[in-house]
């Protein structure tokens, strides 16, 4: 089992408010992603990272930005929150090995932008 | 590039009900395969995976066989039951790279 968790779950704020979804990760996995879903569609990466001090961009254009300063922390900040950044949010993690490149999932951050 | 179909849905089945969700892939090597799920509400949790050809992944009653004659995946379970309502998802990773390249997810809806 992965262990990788995020909070806060479900957060419903403000338009033009500042927001930080946290993602922390105890398998010492180097990649981390952020991916954007709206419920029972499709997956959309936004942000990735390979390791300390690497960000990229996904494939998705977004708003957010995150940071890699710690190997098991990977959060994600929305400057100023719109209701079109009302989504689900999931941070995963992943391990390269001899079955190939695994992703972990955390359950997810459910956001509500009013 | 590289690509992964699957079957759209929703797929309605009734309790005991033979299952297959189809999954196709494009990719220029040799990659890995992958069956996520993801329950009402909750994040996505690994269901099963296969590596190279032939292989056989399962997990909780549901298989599918590493396919590379006809480039497929196909989820299957012969009795499928309520709990197992779900979206689900097929992905493909190659070696020379970290990413996941998704397929669009196939909704599951199991009827008593």
């Known amino acids: 089992e992965a262990d990788i968790y995020q909070t806060p779950r479900y957060l419903v704020i403000g338009t033009g408010k500042k927001i930080t979804l946290e993602c922390s990760q105890t398998?010492?996995?180097?990649?981390m992603y952020w991916y954007q879903q709206d419920p029972g569609m499709e997956l959309h990466l936004i942000h990735y990272?390979?390791?300390?001090?690497?960000?990229e961009k996904g494939d998705l254009s977004s708003e957010s930005t995150v940071s890699r300063i710690r190997t098991e922390h990977f959060p994600l900040t929305l400057e100023s929150a719109r209701p079109s950044h009302t989504s689900q949010y999931l941070c995963?993690?992943?391990?390269?090995?001899?079955?190939?490149?695994?992703?972990?999932f955390g359950e997810g951050s459910w956001l509500t932008v009013v | 590039g590289n690509s992964v179909t699957q079957m759209e849905g929703p797929v309605t089945l009734s309790e005991e009900a033979f299952l297959t969700i189809n999954c196709t892939y494009t990719a220029t090597g040799y990659p890995s395969l992958f069956w996520y799920v993801q329950y009402p509400g909750e994040g996505l949790q690994l269901l099963l995976k296969a590596t190279k050809a032939d292989d056989k992944g399962s997990n909780k009653g549901f298989e599918a066989t590493y396919r590379k004659e006809t480039t497929s995946f196909h989820l299957e379970k012969g009795s499928v039951q309520v709990s197992d309502s779900a979206v689900y998802f097929c992905a493909l990773s190659e070696d020379s790279n970290y990413q996941l390249i998704w397929g669009a997810g196939t909704k599951l809806i199991i009827k008593p």
């Open positions: 995963a993690s992943s391990e390269y090995g001899p079955s190939g490149n695994t992703i972990y």
């Open positions: 990272s390979y390791g300390v001090n690497s960000t």
């Open positions: 398998m010492g996995h180097d990649k």
